[in-house]
């Protein structure tokens, strides 16, 4: 009995102190609190679920109502007039023109964990062999480098978008040099650049470090000449490195009913070979039109004129005009061009310094200084026949004159290039050449002629991970 009582007491207890503690003022705000919070919730949710009715009764997007079709008329009945719209009200205004385009649709957002840009390597090496007299006269198609295995161009590329508006490309190339007497692996930053796309009035601009997009062949790097060796004329006219130049491109393409690009870029003229001023006080300008034109059945044909104007380290002006041509011809179902036949036209108009020379041979200067102006040209051409995808087989014609020397010289390069895959290519070609001066044709000073020279040349080309498409 007295643990019932006991028991009774204690539940009275417990009743009796949660009773005043729900009396007390604390307890109750902190309840209220809490309702008012459930309540707001409660609403929210009501909201969200409101909206989701809504999104759910629209109805979805169909496809433009068809016109009804008028009943046939009966024989003889005139044919209803048709409005027109008129002539011209489809072109853009010039604000339209001026105003910046839209972003490109194919920049997407990337997730987590992956690359913004793309990254490749290309390797390309070749391999010389010719006769003793042009290794000695370092006179070869890659002077200092004959009878050799090389790695000509091993290339790590990134490229790939900013942002909607931009594009960049940044190359880093490795290559055995012959200078000074020495051959040594270069590392050097072959390009680096920034593609402006949406420039007003459909133009683009290319800013940095950048292949010149002049002619046919210079924009290629190496793994991407259609021959191992690049044609003579651009070698004589703009060294083996061709125009590699630091500035700004502009390109636009015309609204007209056929393709016509346009080109035009300032750049400092670094390349010491044709220009070599290296400052925008004399800047080297350049530019470019290109066409191309569909033919149907029978190919395809591009045209284009390129010109490039600076001042050459002895503080003259030196202009080089070029003409080119490219046609393909890829029958129907074909993956790869079955023929393929181009060419360029080079014209040079140079101004240099002649010294006078000594013709009695008394050490005495018998004609005066003067300053003359040298033109020179020259030209190539090649065609190439693919009958199957992995082979192709092809020849090259070069002639050209020196580029401030007297004489010219001729070439021709039979090759066979066999793909082994897309990213995997072997080529071999015989290249016989001929100058018509004597003593020509040598970069070692005193040592013998390279007047007439045969060389058998082997390339072997890989790509790994990303690459970028040739041009046409």
Not at 132 to 150: C, I, L
Not at 287 to 296: H, M, P, S, Y
Not at 396 to 411: L, S
Request: negative net charge; proline residues 7%.
């Amino acid at each position: 009995m007295r643990s019932r009582r006991l028991g009774k007491s204690f539940v009275g207890s417990c009743l009796l102190v949660a009773m005043t503690l729900m009396d007390s003022p604390v307890l109750a705000q902190e309840v209220e609190a809490l309702r008012r919070e459930i309540e707001s919730m409660r609403k929210q949710l009501q909201t969200l679920q409101e909206r989701l009715q809504a999104v759910e009764s629209r109805p979805l997007p169909t496809s433009a109502p068809a016109v009804a079709q008028p009943a046939a008329a009966p024989p003889g009945t005139p044919a209803p007039t048709v409005a027109q719209a008129p002539p011209g009200s489809g072109l853009p205004s010039l604000m339209d023109l001026a105003r910046p385009r839209q972003p490109f649709a194919l920049y997407e957002r990337r997730g987590p964990g992956q690359l913004l840009f793309d990254i490749g390597v290309s390797g390309d090496f070749v391999g010389n062999l010719t006769q003793s007299n042009v290794e000695k006269g370092q006179g070869g198609t890659f002077a200092g480098r004959e009878n050799r295995y090389f790695p000509r161009e091993v290339e790590l590329s990134l490229f790939g978008q900013v942002d909607p508006y931009a594009r960049a490309e940044v190359r880093i190339e490795a290559a055995e040099e012959f200078e000074d007497g020495e051959r040594k692996i270069e590392i050097t930053l072959a390009e680096a650049n920034l593609t402006l796309l949406t420039l007003p009035f459909g133009t683009q601009a290319k800013l940095g470090l950048v292949r010149n997009r002049f002619g046919l062949l210079n924009e290629h790097h190496r793994d991407g000449l259609p021959q191992i060796d690049q044609p003579d004329v651009l070698t004589q006219f703009l060294g083996e490195e061709g125009l590699r130049e630091s500035g700004v491109e502009l390109t636009w393409v015309a609204p007209l009913p056929f393709y016509l690009q346009a080109l035009a870029g300032v750049f400092n003229g670094d390349n010491d070979i044709a220009f070599g001023r290296g400052s925008l006080r004399n800047p080297l300008v350049t530019g470019r039109l290109r066409t191309f034109f569909e033919l149907g059945d029978l190919g395809a044909i591009q045209v284009g004129a390129s010109v490039a104007s600076g001042i050459t380290s002895e503080d003259h002006r030196n202009t080089i005009l070029g003409f080119d041509a490219k046609y393909k011809y890829t029958p129907g179902g074909w993956a790869h061009p079955l023929f393929t036949a181009a060419g360029e036209f080079l014209y040079q108009i140079r101004r240099v310094d002649v010294f006078g020379e000594d013709q009695d041979g008394d050490g005495v200067a018998d004609t005066p200084d003067e300053t003359r102006t040298r033109r020179r040209l020259g030209w190539y051409a090649y065609a190439e026949v693919q009958p199957w995808r992995r082979w192709a087989f092809g020849m090259r014609y070069d002639w050209t004159e020196y580029a401030t020397a007297p004489g010219h010289q001729w070439a021709i390069e039979p090759y066979i290039t066999f793909h082994l895959s897309e990213f995997l290519r072997f080529r071999l070609a015989y290249k016989h050449t001929e100058g018509n001066t004597p003593g020509c044709c040598t970069n070692a000073v005193g040592v013998g002629s390279a007047r007439i020279k045969d060389e058998f040349l082997f390339q072997s080309t890989f790509i790994l991970g990303a690459h970028p498409a040739h041009p046409f």
